[in-house]
């Protein structure tokens, strides 16, 4: 019988089964940033061990860093400063790349991974971050972890992991016009909810996964976290091999030649069988947006807020009242038109290079309504840096958003920077629950394009029938 | 890190069955104030717990406010426990408080890693067998036998795997479990750099 991709890499990676399920797996690569990674290289140091492959092994500040410009050590999170300097004082001890501010490689872990091709097909990668998942969409097995297994990472280079089920996600046909890979994954979301991958790996695949470009399938791996999986994988193709070749970090020359080569063989196999098949239609997915505190709390804009549905067995009826109730949202209220205080466009889910140009795409020539705070952060440095090549910075400024520098920012409150209590925020981010971006703040996950029309609108707005807003 | 070594806990249980508790609720990212895995029990639950954000004043409504379940070892909990953030602190700051297991019908996988990797016994049982915990104190978890168990008798058995068990039971440290591997470790390392050169930068 062939094997699913996952098991491809499993098996290839195992160095002992510990029995029970449980395997010891070889770490390729281990990413790091200021909120977790920091105390588990000091936690390392204080114990006395070494990190086993620090040339596989890379450092970025993204979590904590403000992201306004001029920015310094110093953060508007009180305590900000310690993280900051404790891990770039243990990433120099410790001999390993840091991308530290002001290096035009930082930028958040999941963003310049990808872009200098750190993560590579068939490599197993590791981060104490749970949107690790986003970069599966390279084909590899990349998966979040604690403090405390990232420091066993790094002193072993090896995990000691249950082994997760399997689970195939197909979605057939096209996107249509001006559905995004994030409003797919939120449709996903409110499909199987948020532990509708629990215990299991998610392979995205079918023709719509295949038609994305790899900033898409970034997005929607980002987002399997949310539906608690192990991971998210895309397997590499063209597309991937593409975009890869003469990045930083890719193999050049024969090893080029060699690893395209054992690449092209990373896919689940025809007769492979997965321990849950799911399909999912691509027509029937429509611009999305939540209206809860949980990502599952997933709708079409056009829906109207919904009820308690017992039957659906996701929430208990206590749940969904307590999400319209922080939301201050009824059922059957209509979600387009619904005023919002904020707009925000950064984060892993959705800060890229063609996440910025889509949402540039319907900023231009237009301002953000005038109550509204809207907000850009750029993944990375890099597409900072290309984005302002194309004047798309001027777009974003001369619409009314702040133009930052790049970081995770308020995709979540640190206790630095708020959008306020009780403010409504339209946000491309991938996180909806309770106080995430500020005490009391109501989150609206969207698209970029729909947080851009949104942010002109002044409303929650379908962008697909902005000129009839 | 060394942890405390679980054989048999006989403890009140508190009941926080909701689904879809996260990381960010069990401690806010404001709470983590510091590079360190300690001083966090403070923060538990901290946008619930207290009555203003960032304040100490305890909210009474709040379960963990209750003075019934002050000495409180072991959490009720809904499905999903744990999803979000992989933030450890949220497995360090349960058990700097002093939680010791948690009953709920699934995990997010991330958290119940970073449970075992604390000393946290994380036990799976179907949603109507914690309601029905819930009505009755004290609880025990016996980790050897693999079982819960109420005074009146009744008892549930529960899996987890051999690998997470002697970990918990012996307060194992596992780089000192992987290490005892490194000539195995090394040996594989070295044959795959031959296979994939491009992984050893």
């Known amino acids: 019988m062939g094997k699913t991709l996952f098991e491809k890499l499993w098996d290839s990676h195992v160095i002992a089964d510990l029995g029970g399920g449980v395997g010891l797996l070889l770490i390729d690569r281990i990413l790091l940033h200021e909120r977790t990674g920091g105390v588990a290289l000091e936690s390392l140091r204080d114990a006395g061990r070494d990190v086993l492959a620090s040339r596989q092994t890379f450092v970025t500040m993204d979590h904590i860093v403000d992201t306004l410009p001029g920015r310094t050590d110093r953060t508007i999170m009180p305590t900000g400063t310690q993280f900051i300097t404790a891990t770039r004082r243990a990433a120099n001890e410790a001999g390993l790349t840091l991308f530290d501010i002001g290096d035009p490689g930082q930028g958040i872990v999941h963003v310049i991974s990808p872009e200098q091709a750190i993560v590579l097909p068939g490599a197993t990668l590791v981060c104490p971050d749970s949107h690790t998942c986003t970069q599966g969409a390279m084909g590899a097995l990349a998966w979040g972890i604690g403090s405390t297994e990232a420091e066993h990472a790094l002193a072993t280079a090896t995990l000691r992991v249950r082994k997760p089920k399997t689970m195939r996600i197909t979605v057939n046909g096209r996107l249509g016009i ?6 797919l994954a939120l449709h996903i979301l409110a499909r199987f909810g948020s532990a ?19 900033e898409g399938r970034l997005t929607l791996c980002n987002m399997a976290t949310e539906l608690s999986a192990f991971s998210g994988i895309i397997a590499a193709d063209e597309t991937t091999f593409d975009y890869l070749q003469g990045r930083a970090y890719a193999p050049t020359g024969a090893d080029w030649d060699r690893a395209l080569a054992a690449w092209r063989d990373l896919h689940s196999d025809d007769d492979a069988t997965f321990d849950v098949d799911h399909v999912v239609d691509a027509a029937a997915v429509a611009p999305m947006v939540t ?13 109207p807020v919904p009820a308690f549905d017992a039957a659906s067995g996701r929430d208990t009826r206590e749940a969904h009242d307590r999400a319209l109730a922080y939301m201050d949202l009824k059922p059957g209220q209509s ?7 904020a707009a925000f466009i950064g984060s892993c889910t959705n800060a890229r290079l ?3 140009r889509r949402a540039a795409a319907i900023l231009r020539g237009h301002r953000v309504a005038p109550h509204v705070k809207a907000i850009c952060v750029p993944g990375s440095t890099s597409v900072k840096a290309q984005a302002e090549a194309e004047g798309l910075d001027r777009i974003f400024i001369d619409a009314g958003f702040e133009w930052r520098e790049a970081g995770c920012s308020m995709c979540f409150f640190a206790g630095g920077e708020s959008f306020g209590q009780r403010q409504r925020v339209v946000t491309s981010t991938n996180r909806n629950f309770e106080s995430r971006q500020g005490p009391e703040t109501r989150s609206h996950l969207a698209s970029p394009e729909t947080v851009a029309a949104s942010a002109i609108a002044g409303i929650l707005t379908d962008p697909r029938n902005r000129d009839a807003a | 890190m060394t942890v405390q070594p679980f054989d048999r806990l006989t403890a009140t249980a508190m009941p926080l069955i909701r689904d879809n508790i996260d990381t960010d609720a069990i401690i806010p990212s404001r ?22 954000i960032g304040g100490r004043d305890p909210d009474p409504a709040f379960v963990m406010n209750d003075p019934h379940y002050a000495h409180a070892r072991i959490l009720l909990a809904g499905r999903n426990f744990g999803c979000g953030s992989s933030r450890e602190h949220a497995a360090w700051a349960l058990a700097e408080y002093g939680f010791r297991a948690i009953l709920a019908p699934s995990f997010n996988p991330i958290f119940r890693g970073n449970c ?6 994380p036990v799976e049982l179907d949603a109507q067998i914690i309601t029905q915990i819930a009505a009755a104190n004290p609880v025990t978890v016996d980790l050897i036998a693999g079982t819960v168990s109420l005074p009146d008798g009744s008892a549930w058995p529960f899996a987890l795997e051999a690998e997470a068990r002697e970990m918990l039971v012996e307060g194992l440290d596992a780089i000192e479990l992987t290490a005892k591997r490194s000539a195995d470790i090394a040996a594989f390392r070295a044959a795959d750099a031959r296979q994939r050169p491009w992984i050893y930068l």
Do not use: C
């Open chain 1, 178 to 183: 001006g559905v995004t890979p994030k409003d």
């Open chain 1, 196 to 214: 509708g991958a629990n215990g299991h790996i998610v392979e995205y695949a079918g023709e719509a996964v295949r038609a994305l470009d790899i």
């Open chain 1, 291 to 303: 209206w809860g505190t949980s990502p599952q709390h997933s709708v079409a804009l056009d829906q």
């Open chain 1, 335 to 341: 979600l387009t038109g619904l005023p919002i205080d």
């Open chain 1, 354 to 356: 063609s996440d910025l």
């Open chain 2, 31 to 52: 709470e983590m104030t510091s590079v360190s895995k300690k001083g966090l029990a403070g923060g538990l639950f901290a946008g619930w717990r207290y009555t203003a």
């Open chain 2, 116 to 121: 075992i990797r604390n000393g946290i016994v």
